[in-house]
């Protein structure tokens, strides 16, 4: 066990061994930078059904491009070329197809534990890389150093490091140790997420439809009669929902889809977990602290875009992490953290009126998005930049 590591030995300390974190400690060390990640554990196999684990993540082709870089790509990874959007109360649909910008696929469904274990697998092979097991109990910052204190099962451990990164979730205990506030927008809503067997096959499409409750999406796995289900809704509905049989809840799920894969013929257990947008007031807190992925941001699954926004961070970060850099030069992250915050708040405000334009029952508003999405479908062109937004693409060419 540890007592204390010192911080010529340990250049970055980086907290959260999630997809983001450990995907930054693996950039970062294989840049020369000497790296200790810390968690409270191992991570462990989530709920699975019908073989495959119940956690997803979309990922899109820029998100790809990163992991392939560090050697951690998924064998299981689900590639989708289509997305299908339509509404409880439209008559326009909007089809999105990878073809149209120049691309085979427009991104990935990748499964959370066989993602975390090839990443993990990395983390324990690298010789620049340190973990370390326990919880964050304290962080101290100097204009030379930052010394952060794990409880290792009722131990105190020091860990005195150059920069630390803190990728340790919505509820980063290094933000809080650091008293950096968040903002938050309360949604009111649940995500209900499962897997579920169809009847028709999914056709390498991504389905989503705006109820009037809230949007639900259908995304496929490399099975083609399965999808993992991510249904935004009440609390109100979602508990309720919670409480249905199996073939009560496939029954609803089938009208809920407008059966655009037949039946639902068999689902998973359900999960279901409060939806809560939030925004920290800083990316960079102190010269040699920077929030990363969910301890920074949270935002609404309407788009899957979560896992690919802390991606999106550890490439912008890359582009300033050469090595050899001192990573605490005072102003070295000023641009990249206005940057993030900005396009953070965007996103937010983005989905947060997705949400309030599609949930809003007044028939002059629904004839309006009518209007507006058959417009939109009708130019290639419009199409085109929101695929390459919603992808990523529209950053990896500039």
């Not at 696929?105 to 326990?134: D, M």
């Not at 013929?265 to 920290?280: K, M, S, T, V, Y």
């Amino acid at each position: 066990c540890l007592n204390m590591v010192s911080a010529q030995a340990h250049s970055v300390v980086i907290a959260g061994g999630g997809p983001v974190g450990a995907a930054t400690a693996l950039s970062l060390a294989g840049r020369g930078y000497a790296v200790t990640l810390v968690d409270r554990a191992h991570p462990q196999p989530g709920p699975s059904a019908f073989g495959m684990d119940i956690r997803n993540v979309a990922l899109s082709p820029r998100s790809a491009t990163l992991l392939r870089q560090i050697d951690s790509w998924p064998e299981q990874a689900a590639a989708y070329t289509k997305m299908c959007v339509w509404e409880e109360r439209g008559t326009s649909r909007l089809a999105f197809d990878a073809a149209s910008a120049q691309r085979s696929e427009l991104g990935w469904l990748v499964e959370v534990a066989p993602l975390l274990a090839k990443l993990w697998q990395r983390l324990e092979e690298h010789s620049n890389i340190t973990l370390a097991f326990g919880s964050v109990t304290d962080v101290v910052t100097t204009d030379q150093s930052v010394a952060l204190s794990l409880d290792q099962g009722g131990e105190t451990t020091t860990l005195d490091t150059d920069f630390l990164i803190a990728s340790d979730g919505a509820k980063s205990a290094v933000r809080d140790a650091l008293n950096v506030s968040v903002r938050q927008w309360p949604t009111g809503q649940m995500a209900v997420t499962t897997v579920v067997r169809t009847e028709r096959p999914h056709d390498a499409t991504a389905w989503q439809r705006f109820l009037l409750d809230g949007p639900l999406a259908l995304l496929p796995s490399m099975d083609p009669h399965l999808c993992s289900i991510v249904w935004s809704q009440s609390e109100q509905q979602a508990t309720q929902r919670l409480t249905l049989s199996d073939s009560e809840f496939c029954s609803v799920l089938t009208r809920a889809s407008e059966a655009c894969l037949g039946n639902i013929q068999e689902a998973a257990p359900r999960q279901a977990f409060p939806l809560n947008q939030q925004l920290a007031a800083a990316a960079n807190p102190h010269r040699r602290v920077l929030l990363l992925g969910d301890a920074l941001r949270v935002v609404h699954p309407l788009a899957g875009l979560g896992v690919n926004l802390g991606f999106e961070d550890l490439h912008e970060l890359l582009t300033i992490a050469k090595p050899n850099v001192d990573l605490g030069r005072l102003g070295l992250w000023d641009k990249f953290a206005r940057q993030r915050l900005l396009r953070s708040e965007i996103m937010l405000r983005s989905l947060d009126g997705l949400k309030r334009l599609y949930g809003n029952p007044d028939p002059w508003v629904g004839w309006l998005r009518n209007a507006g999405v058959g417009l939109f479908g009708r130019r290639q062109w419009l199409q085109r930049k929101a695929i390459e937004e919603a992808t990523g693409l529209r950053h990896l060419s500039g």
